[in-house]
């Protein structure tokens, strides 16, 4: 069943922050509820074509595919491609808005199987589902900003060489 769902939020941290983990989803586990693994296909640099090997939790059930990055424009735009039984592409654009990021998210796919179910949920559940990425994500983001003010260690994933190909911005522009 096909199903378009789009989110337009700001969130209280600048774009490049909030990119890098859009950008990667080994990430995606650390702020996301249902993403359950996230891992890069073969031992190439990620670049537009890379597959992640991946698994969401839909209530008790584990469902695999694989997420293909379809386009990137780094710090900006970032669109990924879920195989079946998704079937989906989401966009995510970020765009500099008030010391924050006015982040646009389209979902859109012709869900398979079982899952197809799902497509018959109100736009309002949909938009509460996905919204709870975006939440954790700001959770995440406050995390580092509190480490880095009490002048703590940044976390190892940081670190990481795919992560930190989209440089962050400094923590100071971030408004409350």
Not at 113 to 122: K, S
Not at 132 to 146: M, S, V
Request: include cysteine; proline fraction near 9%; aromatic fraction near 12%.
């Amino acid at each position: 069943m096909w199903k378009r769902v789009v989110l337009d939020v700001h969130l209280p941290h600048p774009p490049q922050r909030v990119f890098r983990y859009l950008a990667d989803p080994a990430r995606w586990p650390d702020f996301a509820p249902a993403v359950a693994f996230r891992q890069l296909i073969g031992d190439v640099p990620p670049d537009v074509g890379s597959r992640w090997w991946a698994v969401d939790r839909i209530g008790p059930f584990r469902v695999r595919f694989a997420d293909v990055l379809e386009s990137i424009e780094p710090g900006r735009r970032v669109v990924w491609h879920s195989t079946s039984p998704w079937n989906s592409r989401v966009e995510y654009v970020c765009l500099p808005e008030n010391g924050g990021t006015r982040m646009r998210a389209e979902y859109e796919g012709d869900i398979a199987g079982w899952l197809g179910l799902t497509a018959l949920l109100p736009a309002i559940a949909w938009e509460w589902i996905l919204m709870r990425d975006f939440f954790g994500l700001t959770r995440l983001l406050d995390e580092e900003d509190r480490r880095h003010r009490a002048g703590g260690r940044p976390d190892a994933r940081e670190s990481r060489p795919y992560s930190t190909s989209f440089p962050a911005t400094d923590t100071s522009s971030r408004i409350s």
